[in-house]
């Protein structure tokens, strides 16, 4: 069974940083990419990063570029996102999403890990 | 960016009956190599995270019941619950997959019961 758990929400103030962490299980985890989603609280869903199998390929989302990085560690089969200069309007629930079919879409999620930025 | 308008942003239907919900992109994600509309619906209900329902705009996914249907080309999508069932009340999106790594989606439709 697949299954991908996230950790690492929490309270942070406007300018700080968190390290969300998301452990995967069931699945070839060196074998495919990685994502990261998010739903603000009462809102829709946005993408917000992937990364490849191999860390080849990183992509952002424009709202977070240059503030989040994502990385992998296939040994630990755990995908990480770091957030730094964190602003209010990143609060939201943040889920790991994985796409096997290697097709983009995602077939399977993590039950997410808030994370609320307030002074 | 593809942009995702649904529509409309929330439905009540009575039970046993059919509820219809509509998705637009703002350029085809017909992929003209393959025929292939580039195009996922997911499911979430309160509380939890979203659920895959369909993809190739009308693919249901492994273990979801037949009475959730997708349809449409191109630009315009639809997602049909026939027979909604109490279970069914969520909230409904859809998303392309056309453009990665730019990946983006509808707002959401909520489904509520009458």
């Known amino acids: 069974e697949v299954q991908l758990v996230e950790s690492g929400g929490g309270l942070v103030k406007p300018g700080g940083s968190l390290r969300l962490s998301c452990a995967a299980s069931?699945?070839?985890?060196?074998?495919?990419?990685m994502n990261w989603v998010r739903q603000a609280p009462g809102k829709g869903l946005e993408w917000v990063s992937s990364?490849?199998?191999?860390?080849?390929?990183?992509n952002y989302a424009a709202s977070v570029k240059g503030r989040f990085t994502v990385s992998r560690d296939n040994a630990k089969k755990s995908v990480y996102l770091q957030m730094n200069s964190l602003r209010a309007e990143d609060t939201a629930v943040y889920y790991c999403?994985?796409?096997?079919?290697?097709?983009?879409?995602?077939?399977?999620w993590g039950q997410g890990t808030l994370v609320t930025v307030s002074s | 960016d593809i942009v995702m308008t649904q529509s409309p942003d929330s439905l009540a239907v009575s039970l046993g009956e059919r509820a219809t919900i509509n998705c637009r992109s703002s350029?085809?994600?017909?992929?003209?190599?393959?025929?292939?509309?580039?195009l996922a619906w997911y499911q979430q209900k309160p509380g939890q995270p979203p659920k895959l329902l369909i993809y190739?705009?009308?693919t249901r996914e492994s273990g979801v019941p037949d009475r959730f249907s997708g349809s449409g080309s191109g630009t315009d999508f639809t997602l049909t619950i026939n027979s909604l069932q109490a279970e069914d009340v969520a909230v409904y999106y859809c998303?392309?997959?056309?453009?990665?790594?730019?990946?983006?989606f509808g707002g959401g439709t909520k489904v509520e019961i009458k």
């Open positions: 999403a994985a796409d096997l079919r290697l097709e983009a879409f995602f077939d399977h």
């Open positions: 990364i490849s199998s191999s860390s080849g390929y990183i």
């Open positions: 190739w705009a009308s």
């Open positions: 998303q392309q997959y056309y453009s990665p790594p730019s990946l983006t």
């Open positions: 069931g699945f070839t985890f060196s074998s495919h990419s």
């Open positions: 350029q085809s994600v017909l992929h003209n190599s393959n025929n292939k509309n580039y």
